[in-house]
């Protein structure tokens, strides 16, 4: 079975400084991870995906993610926060040949002045 | 590209009665899924078909719930007897290819309220 984890429901940060949104995930085979973001009324949108490749993935908006296998962890990150940031950060596992995405439970980032 | 298009956006119906939402894939995408979300989660899968071959269904997926894709191009998904546990936001998914690692590319959903 798959699993993630996202370890924090809500993150807040000034606009400027890095983000840092957590997700451990659990899967039997080698797994797919993918980040989506959904802003309010809004569809979700691809940022990034990891399907065994470079460990480091490059997404859309300055965000990147880091697959480490030991950890079991696909961390989020950007060096700057932007006010457009703040939306609702989804963790995602597939495990490859499996037909569906698990979702996390979701990380809400906030973006303060 | 067009996107995935939902329809309708909003839908509130009475205890009881029966519900349909469409879902319109991106054009050349094979794999189209439905997913539902409710207040503070994150979207669970419901079901997924391979052009007209509905593939798999999770266990939340009730007698109640029925999904269709007769041409392999859009889908509907039919709630009969809706009950106010239904209440949540439905997406639709679509992708390209035959292998779990292809992107999902998300509607911007159905939000169902059962009164």
């Known amino acids: 079975a798959q699993s993630v984890t996202q370890l924090d429901s809500h993150v807040s940060v000034s606009e400027g400084t890095p983000v840092l949104l957590r997700c451990n995930y659990s899967?039997?085979?080698?797994?797919?991870l993918f980040w989506y973001v959904q802003h309010p009324n809004k569809g979700l949108q691809l940022l990034l995906k990891?399907?065994?490749?470079?460990?480091l993935v490059k997404g859309i908006n300055g965000f990147e993610a880091e697959f480490k296998k030991s950890e079991t962890s696909f961390h989020l990150t950007k060096p700057s926060a932007h006010m457009s940031d703040a939306a609702e950060y989804f963790c995602v596992v597939s495990d490859g040949g499996a037909s569906k995405l698990t979702f996390g439970t979701g990380t809400r980032l906030q973006v303060t002045l | 590209d067009t996107g995935v298009s939902q329809d309708p956006r909003h839908k509130i119906t009475k205890r009881g009665q029966n519900v349909t939402f469409r879902c319109d894939p991106i054009?050349?995408?094979?794999?189209l899924y439905w997913y539902r979300q409710t207040l503070g989660q994150g979207p669970e899968f419901l079901t997924y078909f391979q052009n007209e071959a509905q593939l798999e269904k999770s266990r939340l997926l009730s007698d109640r719930f029925s999904a269709e894709r007769p041409k392999g191009s859009f889908s509907t998904l039919e709630i009969q007897r809706t009950e106010q546990g239904d209440s949540a936001m439905y997406l639709c998914?679509?992708?390209?290819?035959?292998?779990?690692?292809?992107?999902?590319?998300f509607g911007n959903g159905t939000r169902l309220t059962v009164t």
């Open positions: 054009s050349e995408h094979n794999r």
């Open positions: 899967s039997s085979y080698s797994p797919s």
């Open positions: 990891y399907t065994s490749a470079a460990t």
């Open positions: 998914a679509s992708s390209l290819g035959d292998r779990g690692n292809s992107p999902l590319h």
